[in-house]
């Protein structure tokens, strides 16, 4: 079982600043990906961004230029910091983690997802 745990939400005026913190704890093999997504109330889940092991990052166009992801490998944490937040970016933000839990000679790498229980961010006038 993995388990991750967000901290880092609140409420915040607009062009504020908020840094949002994951840290996955259990048995796994490796984290291949992790990842923050977002709902805002009456809309789909939306992946804003994205780090792979190989480094690589990806960013929901709306936040490029102000949401930086990060990861602490040593520590299994991913990090999002979030500048010049806008009412827009209102959402309960989830991390998601993938990762390979175990592997074997018949199945290779076994892999999960694994979702935080997401933290809210408010930007208010």
């Known amino acids: 079982q993995v388990h991750l745990v967000e901290s880092g939400g609140g409420l915040v005026q607009p062009g504020g600043s908020l840094r949002l913190s994951c840290a996955a704890s259990?048995?796994?093999?490796?984290?291949?990906?992790m990842a923050w997504y977002r709902q805002a109330p009456g809309k789909e889940r939306e992946l804003v961004a994205s780090s792979k092991d190989d480094g690589s990052t990806n960013y929901l166009d709306s936040v490029k230029g102000r949401f930086t992801i990060s990861r602490d490998i040593t520590k299994n944490t991913v990090y999002l910091q979030m500048n010049n937040l806008s009412p827009e970016d209102t959402s309960v933000y989830y991390c998601?983690?993938?990762?390979?839990?175990?592997?074997?000679?018949?199945?290779?790498?076994?892999?999960?997802?694994?979702w935080g229980q997401g933290t809210q961010v408010t930007v208010f006038s």
């Open positions: 998601m983690s993938s990762v390979v839990l175990y592997t074997t000679i018949e199945r290779g790498d076994v892999r999960g997802d694994y």
């Open positions: 259990g048995r796994f093999l490796n984290i291949d990906v």
